[in-house]
């Protein structure tokens, strides 16, 4: 064969291989997103409003990268190749630490102190909290907050060499004192699960495994009050079916590797109210007859395996994954206990991102003096709460960062939630009636304990 046959043979092979993906794309089915990937959609010749679409040229870019053939199986391969030589994860989002345990790369500043939250935002998450609770009992039922431990808080043991963490308090230690200022109810689940010698979070995963999930609802129960449950965690149990780690996914799009997970032998004695697609449905409703009780709970990706133990233990419970919280909910399913949860990876959401309620109305003794800060307000019909208009704003300047912000509409007078977007200044935001709404406008605060004013707001 000569030297030019063989070039040609070659030459043949390489464009073959290099056809193979896109061609793959016109005759194998279309692959799926793996773990928390989301793929690009197809590409669109013509808007809704029938222009033409100027972006198609990168819409299509963007589809192909992501669609084509053995995409999955090319990418698992090279992370296991990278993995394997390098001890490092392809994926940017996850972290291979020691004996093949993965972490979620965003709970590093959390596990560094990289990025604390202020002052300021713990208090207004506090504040916050307390307002909810406020409206809570207001409704006839009790409120309470809880906080799912990050997977490297827990096991930092298994992590690689990430930097030795900076002098101060964890955040959700820092958000402790100011919680109880506020008379906040909150139920830790550090102490238990740390006082635990048993890994009880999947090695593969960002979430606690079955057995974390009870050691959760024990605690919980025992927080809410909940006289009529026995515990779980120390109960009998077997194997169940086996895990694959979400963080594996993500890393490993087409790997098989699983973890093995306990099933209790009690079996659980609630049904869904309606039928559910997974656990990570947005809205979850169950009862169950033989318990007492009604429960609202705003949960995360950890309700996932817990909200089937809680349901097991009232009566009627609603599980939402709304956020902001939309507080609505308590006067549609009538519970009586709220349970808010969140992963520690997201306080900083307590922070900024306001919970739809109606404002609570508050009395003024005397008129305070005009102060130096100045305010920015602006006002939005969201639609997230009939009746009611979004206002939004920030004072800069002289502000207390433990202040409560207050909010004179004409004669009326009603207390924001402290938080919003970060940035400079002191956020506030706030639902009141649609019609008090464009009254004249000043805003209260406080600065070295004292009240002031900022005199009359325009709207921008």
């Known amino acids: 064969m000569t030297q030019k046959t063989k070039a040609r043979i070659a030459l043949t092979a390489f464009l073959a ?35 033409f679409n100027t972006q198609v040229l990168d819409e299509v870019t963007d589809y192909v990268a992501d669609h084509f053939a053995f995409r999955q199986e090319m990418i698992t391969a090279g992370a296991a190749l990278d993995a394997a030589v390098f001890h490092v994860s392809s994926e940017e989002d996850v972290v291979l630490g020691r004996e093949d345990w993965l972490f979620y790369r965003e709970t590093l500043d959390d596990y560094l102190h990289t990025n604390p939250l202020s002052e300021q935002q713990l208090f207004g998450a506090a504040r916050t909290l307390a307002l909810l609770q406020e409206y809570a009992q207001s409704r006839g039922a009790r409120l309470y907050v809880t906080v ?45 699960f740390r006082e635990t010698d048993e890994v009880l979070y999947y090695h593969t995963d960002s979430h606690w495994n079955m ?89 995360d990706s950890f309700g996932n395996l817990l909200h089937p133990y809680l349901a097991d233990a009232y009566g009627q419970a609603a599980f939402s994954r709304a956020m902001p919280y939309t507080m609505s909910l308590l006067d549609q399913t009538g519970a009586d206990t709220v349970l808010i949860e969140i992963v520690e990876r997201n306080l900083d959401w307590w922070a900024t991102q306001a919970p739809i309620f109606p404002a609570p109305e508050r009395v003024l003794n005397g008129v305070p003096p005009q102060g130096t800060a100045q305010a920015r307000l602006t006002a939005a019909e969201d639609g997230l709460l009939e009746g009611y208009t979004r206002l939004e704003g920030r004072l800069t300047g002289d502000v ?27 956020p506030f935001t706030l639902y009141v009636p649609a019609e008090q709404a464009q009254a004249d406008t000043e805003i209260l605060y406080q600065f070295e304990g004292q009240l002031y004013t900022t005199g009359a707001v325009s709207r921008q």
């Open 148 to 192: 799912a431990p990050n997977k490297a808080s827990l096991y930092p043991e298994y992590l690689p060499h990430v930097g030795t963490p900076l002098e101060g308090e964890d955040d959700i230690d820092r958000l402790i004192p100011y919680l109880e200022g506020q008379g906040v109810s909150y139920i830790d689940l550090f102490a238990p």
């Open 211 to 299: 057995r974390g999930a009870a050691l959760a609802h024990d605690t919980l129960i025992a927080g809410l009050g909940k006289t009529d449950q026995e515990p779980f965690f120390d109960g009998s149990y077997h194997l169940g079916e086996p895990h694959l780690g979400d963080l594996y996914e993500m890393v490993f799009p087409t790997g098989m590797k699983t973890e093995e997970d306990a099933a209790y032998d009690r079996e659980f004695a609630f049904s869904y109210a309606r039928p559910i697609r997974s656990a990570e449905d947005q809205f979850i409703q169950t009862e169950n007859p033989d318990r007492s009780g009604n429960l609202l709970m705003f949960r």
């Open 17 to 51: 291989a290099c056809l193979i993906p896109s061609a793959g794309m016109l005759l194998l089915p279309q692959g799926e997103a793996a773990a928390n990937q989301t793929l690009a959609p197809a590409p669109r010749l013509f808007l809704e409003d029938g222009s």
């Open 400 to 426: 207390d960062g433990d202040s409560p912000i207050y909010v004179q509409l004409g004669d009326m007078l009603y207390e924001a939630s402290p938080v919003g977007e970060a940035g400079e200044g002191v």
